[in-house]
């Protein structure tokens, strides 16, 4: 398996510190406000590497963090006169509800910077006793050193990292390229007893400490988008480095593209975000992950509710597929073609996806792989429909997506009634399938006799039901309806 390294900027082969396990760490979210649709791409892109490292083997240790003390979670409780503490456990736990919603899968650990003081002390500790360090008035700042590689992972100069870093003149620095590892504390901010006073923890220095308290001194995978590549992730792997002496900290750095609007990121600061929830509200959380997963992780992707459409019919097309699946006879001949389709298509969804997890590859072949499904007639050899359901299932684990159970319950008894009303004989029939198409063939006669307006009403009293039917070349088609996920709780 491949995967594309930012340390040193090109693909290589996956071999993670000890066979058959991987440590991953993503920088998880700042809890000031609502998680928005930027958030959720990279989020997806993670859920799905973790999903398929599963499929893969590997028994996986994911950790996300919680940022729940910061500047901007400090300013935006002044602005609404609340606690920040309180503030940042209301927007966690809505950071929570969404990466339900979404299906994600959770990590095994989310540590939050307020429950991980005694570690960044520590952590500080050995830098300053390194010499990696410096106090200066009740700040603590990390003494950049060039010469022992600052910069090798953005790829940046000097001058670069100085104007990307746009810090502001701090006279206590002494060099501009430093950065605090310890604030003291200021009037009316929330401040914890450490060995330089009262203060809280720059913003950097809790991925370092949390890193390697969950997953150990060095690890196999780090993400995050690419926006913090430099300088939060750069100032990651000295912090670490220096206080353990142990390099690489991280063998692998994945960073996702940005979600674009009209070519500019979405963020918070510039106003151009649409909340997670308020995107859920009118669409399925499946196709929005379809949406992302249709484009590299790598790659940027513009935000348009068009191409959350898209996502829509092609998911719908997924589940007919499925649904097509399901209904195809067993049958114990063996019938040419679906065995050999399937492991070719299976062959190039797999190294599209060992190729840097290339979905949008991989799932190309999922829709040839579907086209091919729906020329399979109506029997197919039980084991070659197993393989195939297998497959579908795999896909849709990979992917979060096809998780809903068709709605059947009720429909029976719904079914029944409405075969009275139009007096059809339904004994024949042992489950709904068979009263479905009891219901079908009675409509089919309607349709011959002309009688067009009563077809009309059958149809739409079994989408009442949750029976879709569409009249196809080939006659009636039906499949049963999928609630989206979250769709009734709200
Ligand atoms: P934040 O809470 O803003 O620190 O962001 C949490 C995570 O979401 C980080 O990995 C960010 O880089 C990522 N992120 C924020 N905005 C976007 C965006 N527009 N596209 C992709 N990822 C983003
Ligand atoms: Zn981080």
Redesign the pocket.
């Given at each position: 398996m491949q995967v594309y390294n930012t340390l040193g900027k090109k693909k290589e082969e996956f071999t993670p510190l000890k066979e058959g396990e991987v440590g991953m760490y993503?920088?998880?979210?700042?809890v000031y406000d609502l998680s928005?649709l930027?958030?959720a791409?990279?989020?997806i892109a993670f859920d799905m590497i973790v999903r398929y490292l599963r499929v893969r083997g590997y028994k996986v240790c994911y950790v996300v963090n919680i940022?729940d003390i910061d500047d901007k979670i400090i300013a935006r409780a002044r602005e609404l006169g609340e606690a920040p503490q309180a503030l940042a456990k209301r927007f966690e736990a809505e950071f929570f509800a969404d990466m339900d919603t979404l299906g994600m899968l959770r990590a095994d650990h989310y540590p939050k910077v307020s429950g991980h003081m005694p570690e960044i002390i520590k952590i500080i500790e050995r830098l300053l006793e390194k010499g990696c360090a410096y106090r200066a008035g009740g700040d603590v700042y990390f003494s950049v050193d060039l010469a022992v590689g600052y910069g090798r992972l953005s790829g940046q100069s000097a001058e670069e990292m100085l104007a990307g870093a746009r810090v502001e003149v701090n006279p206590l620095k002494r060099n501009q390229l430093d950065f605090a590892l310890w604030k003291g504390a200021k009037g009316g901010e929330p401040s914890w007893e450490s060995p330089w006073g009262p203060g809280r923890p720059g913003w950097h220095v809790e991925c370092s400490a949390m890193g390697v308290k969950y997953l150990g001194e060095q690890f196999d995978i780090h993400g995050?988008?690419l926006?913090?590549i430099f300088p939060h992730h750069e100032n990651e792997i000295q912090q670490s480095e220096g206080a353990t002496g142990k390099g690489p900290f991280v063998r692998y750095w994945l960073h996702?593209?940005?979600?674009?609007v009209k070519g500019e990121?979405?963020?918070?600061s510039l106003g151009n975000f649409i909340t997670i929830k308020d995107v859920l509200k009118g669409h399925d959380p499946e196709a929005l992950r379809l949406f992302f997963l249709s484009v590299h992780y790598r790659s940027p992707i513009d935000f348009e509710y068009q191409n959350l459409q898209n996502a829509e019919k092609n998911l719908e097309r997924l589940y007919n597929a499925l649904n097509f699946v399901d209904r195809i006879e067993k049958s114990t001949d063996e019938i040419k073609g679906i065995k050999d389709i399937l492991e070719s298509h299976k062959n190039k969804f797999y190294s599209a996806m060992d190729d840097d997890f290339n979905t949008s590859k991989a799932l190309s072949h999922v829709y040839e792989l579907t086209g091919e499904i729906f020329k399979i007639g109506p029997k197919a050899k039980a084991d070659d429909l197993l393989s195939l359901r297998d497959f579908l299932g795999e896909v849709g684990y990979i992917f979060g997506i096809l998780q809903r159970e068709p709605q059947i319950k009720g429909l029976e008894e719904a079914l029944r009634a409405l075969a009275i009303s139009l007096g059809i004989e339904l004994a024949a029939a042992t489950d709904y399938r068979g009263a479905i198409e009891a219901v079908i063939a009675a409509r089919e006669t309607l349709r011959r006799g002309k009688e067009y307006a009563a077809a009309d009403r059958i149809r739409q009293e079994l989408m009442g039901m949750g029976v879709i039917l569409e009249d196809s070349k080939d006659g009636p088609v039906w499949r049963l309806k999928r609630a989206p996920r979250g769709a009734s709780s709200s």
């Amino acid at each position: 398996m491949q995967v594309y390294n930012t340390l040193g900027k090109k693909k290589e082969e996956f071999t993670p510190l000890k066979e058959g396990e991987v440590g991953m760490y993503v920088c998880g979210p700042t809890v000031y406000d609502l998680s928005h649709l930027g958030h959720a791409r990279t989020y997806i892109a993670f859920d799905m590497i973790v999903r398929y490292l599963r499929v893969r083997g590997y028994k996986v240790c994911y950790v996300v963090n919680i940022t729940d003390i910061d500047d901007k979670i400090i300013a935006r409780a002044r602005e609404l006169g609340e606690a920040p503490q309180a503030l940042a456990k209301r927007f966690e736990a809505e950071f929570f509800a969404d990466m339900d919603t979404l299906g994600m899968l959770r990590a095994d650990h989310y540590p939050k910077v307020s429950g991980h003081m005694p570690e960044i002390i520590k952590i500080i500790e050995r830098l300053l006793e390194k010499g990696c360090a410096y106090r200066a008035g009740g700040d603590v700042y990390f003494s950049v050193d060039l010469a022992v590689g600052y910069g090798r992972l953005s790829g940046q100069s000097a001058e670069e990292m100085l104007a990307g870093a746009r810090v502001e003149v701090n006279p206590l620095k002494r060099n501009q390229l430093d950065f605090a590892l310890w604030k003291g504390a200021k009037g009316g901010e929330p401040s914890w007893e450490s060995p330089w006073g009262p203060g809280r923890p720059g913003w950097h220095v809790e991925c370092s400490a949390m890193g390697v308290k969950y997953l150990g001194e060095q690890f196999d995978i780090h993400g995050g988008a690419l926006d913090l590549i430099f300088p939060h992730h750069e100032n990651e792997i000295q912090q670490s480095e220096g206080a353990t002496g142990k390099g690489p900290f991280v063998r692998y750095w994945l960073h996702t593209g940005f979600l674009l609007v009209k070519g500019e990121k979405m963020s918070k600061s510039l106003g151009n975000f649409i909340t997670i929830k308020d995107v859920l509200k009118g669409h399925d959380p499946e196709a929005l992950r379809l949406f992302f997963l249709s484009v590299h992780y790598r790659s940027p992707i513009d935000f348009e509710y068009q191409n959350l459409q898209n996502a829509e019919k092609n998911l719908e097309r997924l589940y007919n597929a499925l649904n097509f699946v399901d209904r195809i006879e067993k049958s114990t001949d063996e019938i040419k073609g679906i065995k050999d389709i399937l492991e070719s298509h299976k062959n190039k969804f797999y190294s599209a996806m060992d190729d840097d997890f290339n979905t949008s590859k991989a799932l190309s072949h999922v829709y040839e792989l579907t086209g091919e499904i729906f020329k399979i007639g109506p029997k197919a050899k039980a084991d070659d429909l197993l393989s195939l359901r297998d497959f579908l299932g795999e896909v849709g684990y990979i992917f979060g997506i096809l998780q809903r159970e068709p709605q059947i319950k009720g429909l029976e008894e719904a079914l029944r009634a409405l075969a009275i009303s139009l007096g059809i004989e339904l004994a024949a029939a042992t489950d709904y399938r068979g009263a479905i198409e009891a219901v079908i063939a009675a409509r089919e006669t309607l349709r011959r006799g002309k009688e067009y307006a009563a077809a009309d009403r059958i149809r739409q009293e079994l989408m009442g039901m949750g029976v879709i039917l569409e009249d196809s070349k080939d006659g009636p088609v039906w499949r049963l309806k999928r609630a989206p996920r979250g769709a009734s709780s709200s």
